[in-house]
């Protein structure tokens, strides 16, 4: 069969979200409740950990840094194995590597004083992780349900995800002031080693594929589907370099903002988890919004990025600064689950891990360079005429973007290299 049918007394109980009787869909909530509120301890934790060893704004970025770097090659290679394997094994194995990572870092700070080559090295294994797990859920959820249900499925899934991730980031910030990092990084590690049973439960089999090519075959087969799409990787390169902005300005200059001027990690802590509401409450509005053009609409909530680093700049007070997270989160989700069901539904579904390696990839290739400049250029220049030139640097960007045409298209072409309704690959096998 297809897909899982419904189990009885389901279509009673969840009448409005059918979704919800699929088990092996149940089972990959399960999964998206604890691992991003288990993260959400390791968002809060790294910063203050580093800064509470004495390490300056360059030491922040450097072990930062160390955790996207990986993406580069990781999130490549991890999209090529899950669409040669069951997506949900090779989750498992980016779980416990970042287990071994936040763990392991949150071990050392809790019975001594980590080197910052002991920093930078575990948190490397974490992106290791975080780039191999990437392409492996985008591949996986699309395979679970049917077309139909695509995009409440996206928007279920998000919302499970922002709910844990609020409540992790608002305890996070609590623990992190009452007792320090240390444990807020071995409550991560704890955490994401929870999730592995239940993707070991689910029964969805290996991508169905006419042939099992070369690694580097499967890596230009990926980037043909990449960069035949126009509006692929025009929007791929804008978040190139709005997250080169936004991550060097807001994610490692703005625990410095809030330890310098807002009181310390719980005004971080409250920040995170404001824009964790905001995205909960965008996934809810996410349930029934669909744009007539969303390749479109994900380019203009791109270019309100912008509002973050600027919020920090003018050293908003924290009511304010926690609205406007809200405000942007409450976009970024609406915006992500669209960018979730056009590429579920304009990438064939054997090739959909690869291609969503290449988004990553492309996405995420400049945080590194994002985080290793924001240090420096801080020092040198100070932190908030930095995040001044990384709002500047958001908006010119997103200016270029929304000039193509392609991106402005009331639609995107779905080519898919199979009919919707063989999608799905059979499984209790």
């Known amino acids: 069969m297809l897909h899982e049918p419904p189990e009885a007394g389901n279509d009673r109980v969840m009448p409005r979200f059918p979704v919800l009787a699929i088990r092996d869909f149940r ?66 194995a980016a779980d416990l590597m970042i287990a071994l990572g936040e763990g392991g870092f949150g071990a050392l700070v809790l019975t001594g004083h980590p080197t910052t080559a002991q920093m930078i090295g575990l948190e490397a294994v974490t992106g290791m992780g975080v780039a191999l797990f990437w392409p492996a859920s985008q591949a996986l959820l699309p395979r679970l349900v049917p077309d139909q249900h695509l995009r409440e499925a996206n928007a279920i899934s998000r919302l499970v995800m922002n709910l844990a991730q609020m409540g992790g980031a608002a305890v996070a910030g609590v623990v992190v002031a009452a007792t320090g990092p240390g444990w807020a990084l071995a409550i991560c590690g704890a955490g994401r080693l929870l999730t592995v049973p239940f993707m070991l439960a689910i029964r969805v089999g290996p991508p169905v594929r006419a042939e099992r090519a070369a690694l580097l075959r499967d890596l ?12 692929l990787w025009v929007i791929v390169a804008q978040f190139c370099l ?22 310390g990690p719980a005004a971080w802590g409250a920040i995170t988890a404001a824009d964790a509401f905001g995205l909960i409450a965008g996934g809810v509005l996410a349930l029934r919004f669909a744009p007539r053009r969303p390749v479109l609409f994900v380019a203009l909530v791109a270019a309100g990025i ?21 405000a942007l989160g409450v976009g970024l989700e609406i915006m992500t689950v669209q960018w979730n069901v056009i590429m579920a539904r304009a990438i064939p579904p054997d090739r959909l891990a690869r291609v969503s390696a290449y988004d990553a990839m492309g996405s995420l290739l400049t945080m590194p360079v994002g985080a290793l400049l924001a240090g420096p250029v801080a020092a040198a220049a100070g932190v908030r005429p930095t995040q001044f030139g990384a709002a500047v640097l958001i908006l010119l960007v997103s200016a270029l973007t929304i ?27």
């Open 27 to 92: 089972l990959l909530l399960a999964d998206r409740a604890i691992a991003p509120g288990a993260y959400a301890f390791s968002i809060v934790g790294v910063s203050f950990a580093v800064l509470d060893q004495g390490g300056s704004t360059t030491t922040l970025s450097y072990v930062l840094a160390a955790q996207i770097a990986p993406s580069i090659v990781f999130a490549l290679l991890g999209g090529v194995i899950a669409d040669r394997v069951r997506p949900q094994r090779v989750i498992v």
């Open 220 to 231: 230009r087969e990926g980037w043909s589907e990449f960069r035949s799409r126009t509006w």
């Open 242 to 263: 709005i997250l080169m902005a936004w991550y060097g300005a807001y994610q490692v200059l703005g625990p410095v903002t809030a330890k310098t001027h807002l009181g």
């Open 306 to 326: 912008a509002v973050a680093p600027l919020s920090l700049a003018l050293l908003w007070p924290l009511p304010l600064l926690c609205a406007t997270a809200f």
């Open 403 to 429: 000039a193509v045409r392609d991106v402005r298209a009331p639609d995107y072409p779905h080519q898919r290299g199979r009919p919707a309704s063989a999608r799905l690959t059979a499984h209790n096998r």
